[in-house]
C-alpha cells in the first residue's frame, strides 16, 4: 500500500508543469525591428507586459499619451495608429523617433526594455493575448 501511494505521488510530480517563461531572451532576438518583420520576443509575455508598464511611467511616456488616452501624443487605444501598430513599427517609432514631436529613444533605452515597452503599449490597445494583459495597473494590486 506504501508503495502504491509513494509511486502515485512520484506520478504526480512528474506529471505536472510549469509555464516556460524566456526572462532573459537571447541577445539576437532583439535585432533591430526596421530591418523587416521582426517579431516581439516578449509578445504574449505577461511579466514583460508588466514591466512594460513600469517603464512607461518611469520613462514618463505617460506626460505626453497620458496613460494612453492622448494629448500631446497621440492616443495608444485608438483603432487606428498613425505610425502603425505592428511591434516593429511600434518598436521603430521608440527608437528612431517620429516628426513633430517623438524623440528618438535609441542607444538610450535597452532593446529588451523597448520590446517591453512595445509589449505593453500594444496591450493598451488590445493588440496582445487577452489572457497576458492584467485587468488593472499593479500599484493598483492588492498588497499582501
Not at 35 to 53: F, K, R, W
Not at 57 to 62: D, G, R, V
Request: with cysteine.
Amino acid at each position: 500500500m506504501l508503495l502504491l501511494l509513494l509511486l502515485s505521488a512520484v506520478c504526480c510530480l512528474l506529471s505536472c508543469r510549469r509555464e516556460q517563461r524566456v526572462l532573459n531572451p537571447p541577445i539576437s532576438a532583439f535585432a533591430r525591428a526596421t530591418a523587416g518583420a521582426v517579431n516581439n520576443p516578449y509578445e504574449g509575455n505577461a511579466y514583460a507586459i508588466s514591466q512594460g508598464q513600469k517603464l512607461f511611467e518611469q520613462y514618463n511616456c505617460s506626460g505626453c499619451h497620458f496613460h494612453g488616452g492622448g494629448g500631446i501624443g497621440p492616443a495608444l487605444m485608438d483603432d487606428e495608429w498613425i505610425y502603425g501598430s505592428s511591434p516593429a513599427q511600434v518598436y521603430a517609432s521608440i527608437t528612431e523617433g517620429r516628426p513633430n514631436g517623438m524623440p528618438s529613444f535609441g542607444g538610450r533605452i535597452p532593446a529588451e526594455q523597448v520590446w517591453q515597452l512595445v509589449s505593453y503599449v500594444r496591450s493598451l490597445n488590445n493588440l496582445e493575448p487577452p489572457a497576458t494583459i492584467s485587468p488593472r495597473a499593479d500599484e493598483m494590486e492588492a498588497k499582501r
